[in-house]
């Protein structure tokens, strides 16, 4: 389990579904210490990034609410 994963380029989507997958993996019980750890490390990554774009969007329907232009 790599922990330099660069999630920067992730959407939504793939950076949830990845996190769902190591949540699966972490609750199994069946990792070794080593890789749970790496395998946390990885989710707090990605949970990062869907925070952040959730934050963008977030942003971008405020100023769409706010009847100014986003340009």
Do not use: I, Y
């Given at each position: ?29 069946e990792l070794p210490l080593e ?37």
């Amino acid at each position: 389990m790599s922990n330099d994963l660069d999630t920067s380029k992730l959407s939504f989507e793939q950076a949830l579904n990845q996190l769902s997958e190591l949540v699966a993996k972490l609750e199994s019980g069946e990792l070794p210490l080593e890789e749970s750890v790496a395998a946390f490390e990885t989710g707090v990554k990605l949970s990062r990034r869907c925070e952040s774009l959730l934050d963008q969007a977030d942003q971008r329907l405020q100023v769409l609410e706010s009847g100014e232009d986003p340009e």
